[in-house]
């Protein structure tokens, strides 16, 4: 049976994604994971849980257009449970309530894209990671006022969210 998920599931959906991942996570990681999960939908099936999907609710602006975008991440499930179309199930519930929620979007980074591609995703973007040596970095004299600090994750998201609305606005 599906169910939809709540702030009193996040602990067992953490450990399913902890084993689904092979993550380790520090308690900044954990905090920002559970503030994540206020700002999203969440499904599983199982008790005790064992698959389950998150979709985090954002909005994309493309040229002078807002739209509601969902982006599906977690998607995960335990060994027992895999293959049992799970996943499937899960992705089917979220995309149909996503659409009737007004969302007109959906973003995901498969591992699998033809898994994905029954669901209508398809492969649209392509990341490149590029690595830099600190030492090759220039040197850059720091504008008046400018001040850097860091901080943990969870810390810093309400500084963030400034800068971004800032900017989304222009």
């Known amino acids: 049976t599906i169910r939809e998920l709540h702030d009193s599931d996040d602990a067992e959906y953490r450990q399913l994604l902890k084993y689904a991942f092979d993550w380790s996570m520090d308690d900044d990681e954990e905090k920002a994971n559970i503030m994540e999960f206020q700002h999203a939908s969440a499904w599983g099936i199982g008790e005790p849980l064992v698959s389950a999907l998150t979709a985090i609710h954002l909005d994309v602006r493309m040229g002078e ?64 990671t590029n690595e830099v040596k600190t030492a090759r970095l220039p040197k850059v004299k720091m504008p008046e006022g400018v001040e ?22 222009t």
């Open 148 to 169: 850097v600090r860091r901080e943990s994750w969870a810390t810093a998201i309400p500084a963030l969210k400034t800068v971004y609305d800032r900017n989304s606005a």
């Open 65 to 128: 257009t807002t739209f509601k975008m969902a982006g599906v991440s977690d998607v995960a499930s335990y060994p027992e449970a895999s293959g049992q179309g799970n996943i499937e199930l899960l992705m089917r519930r979220a995309l149909d309530t996503l659409v009737d929620q007004g969302f007109t979007l959906a973003y995901l980074m498969p591992f699998s894209a033809p898994f994905y591609r029954r669901f209508g995703f398809e492969d649209a973007i392509t990341e490149t």
